[in-house]
């Protein structure tokens, strides 16, 4: 079916109505995309931010009469953003399988010397490698960016055989299924979102690790390990994997540190380079540190817990 592409520029201040005027017109899809290379790097908790120059693109059927529409649009700037300048372009799309478009952009990804991870519809390239299934879709997290490609790596590297491993901040629970196929014994998965806690689940599922990964909120999690009767798969892990952001991780560093037992091992990420220090200097108490690693402007924190604290 053919299709059709209206594109306009916009601010981050006016493209939320605006994407709700695209969708009341019939927009199949409301995509938006920054339009000026401004990079959004630690949002705060809790909220979506926008670029200061947004692009918006409407995906609409080739029936919708777009003289119309765009009538209507010119329409609602006038009434509802008066300053807003209406600058819009469309687009033919040519009628093409858009989902095997879509499929094809995925590729099997190798991290480390034995880690692949690959969509549920390819082949591992190599016989002998552990293969990560992992299709694009509920919650962020398929390897693609720094962060996650350096704990993956980081993962590949270890020897995981009989470990407990906690993947605090899970995701799409990419690192907590990683650490169970190259070994752990058990692993924790816990997320505040709802939906990520869906996503893992249901990787978790596609990768056969439901006797292995074990999914919880915060709030669940802290109520069972003070729960003496309480059914965790393990108290203290040897290691624990956080890959959020380094506000989260400086207020979780008591929360963090009480999870991993002494001798056992700590990796943080999603800190951008400057922020390493910082970081750093928050668990130092009870920490031992190795030199960061980097990656595009991230940073990957790996440290070891002391048996013995510093006076």
């Known amino acids: 079916m053919p299709w059709l592409k209206l594109i306009l520029e916009t601010t981050d201040a006016d493209a939320p109505p605006i ?7 019939g927009a199949a899809a409301v995509t938006l995309t920054d339009s000026a290379d ?25 029936s919708v009469d777009m003289d119309v529409a765009t009538n209507v649009l010119q329409h609602y700037f006038n009434r ?3 300053n807003a300048k209406l600058n819009y372009k469309i687009e033919a799309l040519e009628d093409r399988d858009w989902e095997k478009v879509w499929m094809d952009d995925f590729k099997p990804m190798c991290f480390g010397t034995r880690l692949w991870i690959c969509p549920s519809w390819i082949q591992t390239p190599k016989d002998n490698a552990v293969t990560l299934k992992l299709d694009p879709g509920l919650a962020f997290g398929t390897g693609t960016h720094p962060t996650t490609a350096m704990c993956l790596e980081w993962l590949d590297s270890q020897a995981l055989d009989g470990k407990h491993v906690i993947d605090y901040g899970c995701g799409s629970g990419v690192l907590g299924i990683a650490a169970g196929l190259l070994g752990s014994e058990q692993v924790i998965a816990i997320d505040n979102d709802p939906q990520a806690l869906i996503a893992s689940k249901d990787n978790c599922i596609k990768n056969q690790l439901q006797d292995k990964l074990h999914t919880y909120s915060p709030e669940r999690f802290q109520q069972q390990l003070h729960d003496k009767t309480s059914a965790l798969p393990f108290i203290e892990a040897d290691i624990l994997i956080a890959n959020i952001l380094a506000g989260p991780l400086l207020e979780l560093a008591g929360t963090l540190t009480a ?10 990420s999603g800190i951008l380079d400057h922020q390493a220090e910082e970081v ?32």
């Open 280 to 311: 750093m200097a928050a668990y130092a108490s009870e920490w031992q540190f190795y030199p960061p690693q980097q990656k595009a402007g991230w940073c990957r924190l790996e440290a070891q817990r002391k048996t013995k604290i510093d006076p």
């Open 19 to 25: 994407e709700d005027c695209l969708i009341a017109l």
């Open 80 to 82: 509802e953003l008066p």
């Open 38 to 62: 401004q990079p959004l790097f630690e949002p705060p908790l809790g909220t979506t931010p926008l670029w200061s120059q947004t692009r918006i693109e409407g995906l609409f059927d080739s």
């Open 259 to 268: 999870l991993v037992k002494p001798g056992g091992k700590l990796v943080l």
